[in-house]
């Protein structure tokens, strides 16, 4: 699974050369994933949403109001805590495939 790699990068350490030449390195300290800092800032947008009394509907006006990754229960408070937490990593790994979508080739 892609993580994103780290969500702080560390000093590398460069270790030498591959059998193609090129650089290999290896980070001192990887710390948390961009997937978990993701997942933190999601959860911490959902619970948010959750103590302002949000919903989690499409309200642009588009005619399409389809409930959102977390549903109406969490915003009444009783969504369930590893739902929460499988809903933020949802927004997570959407974030990092959109942006390895957009990242030049």
Not at 2 to 29: C, M, S
């Amino acid at each position: 699974m892609n993580d994103g790699g780290p969500a702080y990068p560390t000093r590398q350490i460069h270790l030498g050369t591959d059998q193609n030449g090129a650089a290999v390195f290896q980070a001192e300290r990887t710390g948390m994933s961009l997937r978990d800092h993701f997942a933190g800032l999601a959860m911490q947008a959902m619970v948010n949403c959750y103590r302002q009394g949000c919903t989690s509907r499409n309200d642009n006006n588009d005619g399409n109001d389809e409930t959102g990754v977390f549903d109406q229960s969490f915003v009444e408070g009783r969504g369930d805590v590893a739902e929460t937490a499988r809903a933020a990593y949802i927004l997570a790994d959407a974030m990092i495939a959109e942006r390895n979508r957009n990242e030049p080739a």
